[in-house]
């Protein structure tokens, strides 16, 4: 088996079987490749892998600080039933901090977030779309509003839960009109698919 290692000033090291387009990818950009016992000096960065709701795969992010900035670059792997991974997306950090929120309760939405200046915003993706090599994933949504400061629940209907910021009051007459909402935990309903105000 081969260990895969992104070699730089951080490491991303996978234990598990790499796959041929991940080789071609490290041979393409003279990534080194590396056995387990020459990475005793480097620190390893762990694989972060999260199983799909309804599905038998999961999804994997690995990240890294950027060099440059206080964001990261991340890098998406798909894993099947086998544990086998697929080299998706990259996200090389320019001005903000991304990273997997996770998914819609039934798995049909995944969702990245990301923080520019502590602000979260979310994106949202067609699963199936996401984690097919072959797409170049656009967003569905994106929830991006002072309001929120995170969010709590998604449906895969696109019915969202969120929080929201702890500047703001949660007394009724303080917020713009949505509804329902509940006072008691400072949270509102809102549809991702529809503008919010």
């Given at each position: 088996?081969?260990?895969?290692?992104?070699?730089?000033?951080?490491?991303?090291?996978?234990?598990?079987?790499?796959?041929?387009?991940?080789?071609?990818?490290?041979?393409?950009?003279?990534i080194p490749?590396?056995?387990?016992?020459?990475?005793?000096?480097?620190?390893?960065?762990?694989?972060?892998?999260?199983?799909?709701?309804?599905h038998k795969?999961?999804?994997?992010?690995?990240?890294?600080?950027?060099?440059?900035?206080?964001?990261?670059?991340?890098?998406?792997?798909?894993?099947?039933?086998?544990?086998?991974?697929?080299?998706?997306?990259?996200?090389?950090?320019?001005?903000?901090?991304?990273?997997?929120?996770?998914?819609?309760?039934?798995?049909?939405?995944?969702?990245i977030g990301?923080?520019?200046?502590?602000?979260?915003?979310?994106?949202?993706?067609?699963?199936?779309?996401?984690?097919?090599?072959?797409?170049?994933?656009?967003?569905?949504?994106?929830?991006?509003?002072?309001?929120?400061?995170?969010?709590?629940?998604?449906?895969?209907?696109?019915?969202?839960?969120?929080?929201?910021?702890?500047?703001?009051?949660?007394?009724?007459?303080?917020?713009?009109?949505?509804?329902?909402?509940?006072?008691?935990?400072?949270?509102?309903?809102?549809?991702?698919?529809?503008?919010?105000?």
């Amino acid at each position: 088996m081969l260990d895969y290692c992104y070699q730089t000033k951080w490491t991303v090291h996978l234990n598990a079987p790499v796959p041929a387009a991940l080789l071609l990818t490290t041979m393409l950009l003279k990534i080194p490749t590396v056995e387990a016992n020459e990475l005793s000096h480097v620190n390893q960065l762990p694989l972060s892998c999260e199983p799909i709701p309804q599905h038998k795969q999961k999804l994997c992010v690995a990240s890294t600080h950027s060099k440059l900035n206080a964001v990261n670059d991340v890098v998406f792997y798909h894993s099947d039933q086998g544990d086998n991974l697929t080299l998706l997306h990259v996200r090389k950090g320019d001005v903000a901090v991304t990273w997997l929120e996770g998914f819609s309760l039934g798995g049909r939405y995944t969702i990245i977030g990301e923080a520019e200046e502590g602000h979260p915003s979310y994106l949202i993706y067609d699963t199936e779309q996401f984690i097919d090599t072959e797409y170049d994933p656009k967003p569905v949504a994106v929830i991006s509003d002072y309001l929120f400061s995170g969010l709590n629940s998604l449906t895969d209907a696109g019915i969202a839960t969120m929080s929201l910021n702890h500047s703001i009051s949660c007394e009724p007459d303080n917020l713009p009109k949505i509804s329902p909402l509940d006072s008691a935990e400072c949270k509102v309903t809102i549809d991702i698919f529809k503008p919010t105000f």
